[in-house]
C-alpha cells in the first residue's frame, strides 16, 4: 500500500528550533488530514489535523500545511522541545469511511 | 482524561491457538476500532464498530477475526487460530474520525 510516504524516517533537530515533518500522498480521494505522535510503548496520540478545504491549521506549537495539488502535507512544530521526541505519523482518510490510512512514521529527536 | 484500556499488554501464545485481545474504551464513545502494526510496518486499520456491527473491514479483517462488545464496556478482538504472522502489536481505539484515541496496545507474539 504505497498511498502515503514519509520518505524520511528520522529527523534530528536542536531545541527551539523548527521541526518540519512531511508527507506525501497519492490517493486523491483523501479529504480529511491528521497527525498522530507515538512514543514508546504508548498508542498513537492524536495531535492536529485539516480538512481538505483548508490549507492551514495551527494549534500552539503545531501547525499542519496541506497543499492539495501536490498531494502534500507537512507539520510545523516551533519551538521544538525535547519533550516532542516521537514518532509522527500522517494519517488519511476519505469521507464516508472511518478508515484511517497511516504513514510508517517518521523518529522526531529533539536535543537538548 | 479519559484513557482506552487494552489487555493484556503481552501475549504469547502457540500457533494454532485462539487469543482474545481485550480493549475498555472510553466510556461515551460510540465508534470502536481495531489497528495492528506488524514490528517495522505501518499501522493498519483492521476493523470499525458502531452500534453493535461491524461498519467498516479491512481485507486483513477475514474470518479468522472477530469482535464482539460483549457487555457495556469491553470491546474484544478474537482470532480464531493464531498464524506466526498475525505476531503484531495490535491497537484498540474509541471515538469518531476527527482524532480517536488509541489504547497503549497488546503485544502479540505467535510461536
Known amino acids: 500500500d504505497q498511498q502515503v510516504k514519509q520518505n524520511s524516517p528520522s529527523l534530528s533537530v536542536q531545541e527551539g528550533r523548527i521541526s518540519i515533518l512531511n508527507c506525501d500522498y497519492t490517493n486523491s480521494m483523501f479529504d480529511y488530514f491528521l497527525w498522530y505522535k507515538k512514543y514508546p510503548a504508548e498508542g498513537p496520540t492524536f495531535l492536529i489535523s485539516?480538512?481538505?478545504?483548508?490549507d492551514k491549521n495551527e494549534d500552539g506549537r503545531f501547525t499542519v500545511f496541506l497543499n492539495k495539488s501536490a498531494k502534500h502535507l507537512s507539520l510545523h512544530i516551533v519551538p521544538s522541545q525535547p519533550g516532542d521526541s516521537a514518532v509522527y505519523f500522517c494519517?488519511?482518510?476519505?469521507?464516508?469511511?472511518?478508515?484511517?490510512?497511516f504513514g510508517k512514521g517518521m523518529k522526531l529527536t529533539v536535543n537538548p | 482524561e479519559p484513557e482506552v484500556t487494552q489487555t493484556p499488554s503481552h501475549q504469547v501464545t502457540q500457533m494454532g491457538q485462539e487469543v482474545i485481545l481485550r480493549c475498555v474504551p472510553i466510556s461515551n464513545h460510540l465508534y470502536f476500532y481495531w489497528y495492528r502494526q506488524i514490528l517495522g510496518q505501518k499501522v493498519e486499520f483492521l476493523v470499525s464498530f458502531y452500534n453493535n456491527e461491524i461498519s467498516e473491514k479491512s481485507e486483513i479483517f477475514d474470518d479468522q477475526f472477530s469482535v464482539e462488545r460483549p457487555d457495556g464496556s469491553n470491546f474484544t478482538l478474537k482470532i480464531r487460530s493464531t498464524k506466526l504472522e498475525d505476531s503484531a502489536m495490535y491497537f484498540c481505539a474509541s471515538g469518531q474520525i476527527y482524532g480517536y484515541t488509541f489504547g497503549s496496545g497488546t503485544r502479540l507474539t505467535v510461536v
Open positions: 494519517s488519511f482518510t476519505q469521507g464516508g469511511s472511518e478508515k484511517l490510512v
Open positions: 485539516i480538512s481538505s478545504i483548508k
